[in-house]
């Protein structure tokens, strides 16, 4: 047991070193001459990729807002004219039309058999 | 903190130079951060520049100055993880696991049997990149910013939102991991070295 915790904890010891070796082998980064213009190009492409998104957002708006001002439009006109088309429903229609008609059904019967000879 | 709050609160309002500043302020700090986090040093400026990009767009959402370095470290440790989490699925492919001479070489180094020169040091960075790619990012991040950067589990905790106690399990957890990691490529060198 304690032979295992030796071992355990000089596996810990070396991880520690390793990482302490990792971090000296980092070299310390100087920033390139090109590093902020760069940055700048991206902060500005990305300006101008949400610009075109805005547009189109406030393009596609539009459209929809005109869209539904001609729907509107058009549904008030249909109800302008609405003296001229049948303001009932289709059943409505059917069940008028029927309603005179004899609720006095022929009882189906078998067509009579032949005489027998 | 390397700037002061009034710094901070113009270039939160849309001043240009005042972020200009802010970024000549912070960016040799967060490009060696992100050196050590992701241990690639041919892509640490790109990274960066992905940091400040986001710095840029989100610090009106800062709720004040005090917090602005937690807040710029949260956003370093996001963009290494982001940059790490693409660059596995694009090593997944390939061979991740450690070659034989990163495992003695590592071994060498955590026994401190070499000298290190520059190509050494390159070999280290290669060979803890190549042992820490066996963990996930999440606790590649972690790990590195507490053991390589050495940030205390106060600060851990404003970067992460987390308890201390929560941060402590999630530490220790990931060590073990990287710890069982290191244990497994030491034994896979050893057997395939007895081999021969």
């Known amino acids: 047991m304690d032979h295992r915790n030796e071992i355990a904890g000089s596996d810990e010891a070396r991880l520690d070193r390793l990482f302490e070796a990792y971090r000296a082998a980092c070299p310390d980064i100087e920033p390139s001459a090109a590093f902020m213009p760069q940055l700048w190009q991206k902060i500005e492409a990305r300006q101008g990729m949400s610009l075109v998104?805005?547009?189109?957002?406030?393009?596609?708006?539009?459209?929809?807002?005109?869209?539904?001002?001609?729907l509107g439009l058009a549904v008030s006109i249909s109800g302008s004219r609405g003296s001229q088309l049948p303001s009932e429903s289709y059943a409505e229609i059917l069940a008028d039309e029927h309603y005179n008609a004899s609720l006095d059904f022929e009882p189906l019967r078998p067509a009579p058999l032949a005489e027998p000879r | 903190m390397l700037v002061d709050y009034e710094l901070i609160r113009r270039a939160r309002e849309g001043d240009g130079p005042?972020?200009?500043?802010?970024?000549?302020?912070?960016?040799?700090?967060?490009?060696?951060?992100?050196?050590?986090?992701?241990?690639?040093?041919?892509?640490?400026?790109?990274?960066g520049q992905e940091v400040f990009l986001r710095l840029y767009y989100s610090l009106d959402q800062l709720r004040s100055a005090e917090v602005f370095e937690p807040w710029l470290y949260r956003l370093t440790a996001n963009a290494a993880y982001d940059y790490l989490r693409k660059r596995r699925r694009r090593m997944e492919s390939r061979m991740a696991d450690l070659s034989e001479q990163q495992v003695l070489?590592?071994?060498a180094v955590a026994g401190e049997k070499i000298d290190r020169d520059e190509s050494q040091k390159k070999r280290i960075r290669e060979a803890v990149d190549a042992l820490l790619d066996r963990v996930s990012e999440e606790d590649r991040v972690l790990l590195?910013?507490?053991?390589?950067?050495g940030l205390s589990l106060k600060e851990l905790g404003e970067i992460y939102h987390?308890?201390?106690n929560a941060l402590k399990v999630r530490l220790f957890r990931a060590r073990q991991r990287v710890l069982k990691a290191f244990t497994a490529a030491h034994k896979q060198a050893a057997g395939v070295s007895s081999l021969r």
């Open chain 1, 53 to 70: 998104f805005g547009r189109l957002a406030r393009n596609l708006a539009t459209a929809a807002l005109a869209l539904s001002l001609l």
């Open chain 2, 18 to 47: 005042a972020f200009n500043q802010l970024v000549a302020a912070y960016r040799k700090r967060i490009l060696g951060t992100i050196a050590r986090l992701i241990g690639r040093p041919e892509d640490v400026e790109d990274v």
């Open chain 2, 105 to 107: 070489l590592a071994d």
């Open chain 2, 144 to 149: 590195t910013l507490k053991e390589v950067e």
């Open chain 2, 162 to 164: 987390v308890k201390e």
